[in-house]
């Protein structure tokens, strides 16, 4: 049990199940429009990947948690940049725009170690520069600073239990980690199964991606895998333990499955996975290491993103069509 995530006050009772909110495409919605098509699903939390203006002002008054990304690039003007500095930057690029009760996290940049390491030497420094900031406003305990990590910043994750930090990173990543768990801030991190099956299906077995494997389990000691979501976030709770901290919460801030343009991508498929992903959510269902501590997950993507590169199956991730339809059926309350 993670006595720690509940002395931080981040899950209590059913985990928190949001939705992320990705605008790289050049069809989509009007963000208005978006809003109302979100409250109308019931959906309670959301992650923003910018601070678009526009954007910010179309959640403001609807009770809608937000995770704020901070980009990439923004990284070295904030770790470069005075308190009084930093302080008016927030004021008046967030909070202009958005009540401070609704943000629930900002996200400082997004996996960089691995994929943008240009920034590495900024994240923490624009971390510590964002603290002094909302300590100023007295909003250090309701708003959390942390920085999303792709999967792959931990090596050796099988079994969970072995999982270490890429040790060209580590340098990197335990002051992160320690800058966690003094502020009592979540550790985030973006888990892809399905990424994970095409790129390892010998080892990987769709069944176990799919939160489906019966017989197929994984063992690690006296603790037993059912699916590879459980497996890749107690992956991380070993490797924080191995430098040294206990107890600090994951947040899957990044998580879901494409329906179409790749091998097992399919209405189908997203919908038995994302599904799985909101009820265990919604029934605080913890994973082996933490079993009585349920996994807040943000579902990637509110819609396609037709200017997103890299694979084509990327562009398809989305749960509605551009018409406000589910692409399947899931349910978010």
């Given at each position: 049990?993670?006595?720690?995530?509940?002395a931080y006050g981040?899950?209590?009772?059913a985990?928190?199940i949001?939705?992320?909110?990705?605008?790289?495409?050049?069809n989509?919605?009007?963000?208005?429009?978006?809003v109302?098509?979100?409250?109308s699903?019931g959906i309670?939390?959301v992650?923003?990947?910018d601070?678009?203006p526009t954007t910010?002002?179309s959640f403001?008054?609807?009770?809608?948690?937000?995770?704020?990304?901070?980009?990439?690039?923004?990284?070295?003007?904030l770790?470069?940049?005075?308190?009084a500095?930093?302080l008016?930057w927030?004021?008046?690029?967030?909070?202009?725009?958005?009540p401070a009760?609704?943000?629930?996290?900002?996200?400082v940049?997004?996996?960089v170690?691995l994929?943008?390491p240009?920034?590495?030497?900024?994240?923490?420094?624009a971390?510590?520069?964002?603290?002094?900031?909302?300590k100023?406003?007295?909003?250090?305990?309701?708003?959390?600073?942390?920085s999303?990590?792709?999967a792959?910043?931990?090596?050796?994750?099988?079994p969970p239990?072995?999982?270490?930090?890429?040790?060209?990173?580590?340098?990197?990543?335990i002051?992160?980690v320690?800058?966690?768990?003094?502020?009592?801030?979540?550790f985030?991190?973006?888990?892809?199964?399905y990424f994970?099956?095409?790129?390892?299906?010998?080892?990987?077995s769709?069944?176990?991606?799919?939160f489906k494997?019966?017989?197929?389990t994984?063992?690690?000691?006296?603790?037993?895998?059912?699916?590879?979501f459980?497996?890749?976030v107690d992956?991380?709770v070993?490797a924080?333990?191995?430098?040294?901290?206990?107890?600090v919460?994951?947040?899957?801030?990044e998580?879901g499955?494409?329906?179409?343009a790749?091998?097992a991508?399919s209405?189908?498929?997203?919908?038995?996975?994302?599904?799985n992903?909101?009820?265990?959510?919604?029934?605080?269902v913890g994973?082996?290491?933490?079993?009585?501590?349920?996994?807040?997950?943000?579902?990637?993507?509110?819609?396609?993103?037709n200017?997103k590169?890299?694979?084509?199956?990327?562009?398809?991730?989305?749960?509605f069509?551009?018409?406000?339809?589910?692409?399947?059926d899931?349910?978010f309350n």
């Amino acid at each position: 049990m993670c006595d720690s995530c509940q002395a931080y006050g981040l899950f209590k009772g059913a985990a928190p199940i949001g939705i992320c909110y990705g605008r790289v495409a050049n069809n989509l919605p009007q963000p208005s429009s978006v809003v109302n098509l979100i409250k109308s699903n019931g959906i309670k939390y959301v992650r923003l990947f910018d601070i678009d203006p526009t954007t910010l002002k179309s959640f403001s008054g609807t009770r809608i948690n937000l995770t704020i990304g901070v980009p990439n690039e923004l990284l070295p003007f904030l770790a470069n940049a005075k308190e009084a500095t930093t302080l008016s930057w927030l004021q008046s690029n967030v909070f202009a725009h958005i009540p401070a009760n609704q943000v629930r996290y900002i996200a400082v940049g997004n996996e960089v170690f691995l994929k943008d390491p240009f920034y590495t030497p900024h994240v923490i420094t624009a971390i510590l520069n964002l603290y002094q900031a909302l300590k100023t406003l007295n909003l250090t305990n309701s708003i959390k600073l942390s920085s999303p990590q792709a999967a792959s910043v931990v090596t050796n994750s099988y079994p969970p239990s072995a999982a270490t930090f890429d040790p060209y990173i580590e340098s990197a990543i335990i002051p992160l980690v320690q800058y966690l768990y003094d502020s009592r801030s979540p550790f985030m991190v973006n888990v892809y199964p399905y990424f994970s099956y095409i790129n390892n299906k010998n080892h990987v077995s769709l069944d176990y991606a799919l939160f489906k494997s019966k017989n197929n389990t994984v063992r690690d000691g006296a603790l037993t895998y059912s699916n590879l979501f459980d497996a890749s976030v107690d992956a991380f709770v070993s490797a924080m333990e191995k430098v040294g901290f206990e107890g600090v919460p994951v947040v899957v801030t990044e998580t879901g499955w494409p329906t179409k343009a790749g091998e097992a991508a399919s209405d189908e498929n997203a919908s038995v996975y994302n599904g799985n992903v909101v009820r265990r959510a919604a029934d605080d269902v913890g994973t082996p290491r933490r079993p009585e501590t349920g996994v807040e997950a943000y579902l990637f993507d509110l819609f396609d993103e037709n200017k997103k590169g890299g694979e084509e199956y990327e562009k398809h991730f989305g749960i509605f069509g551009l018409d406000g339809v589910k692409a399947y059926d899931i349910d978010f309350n």
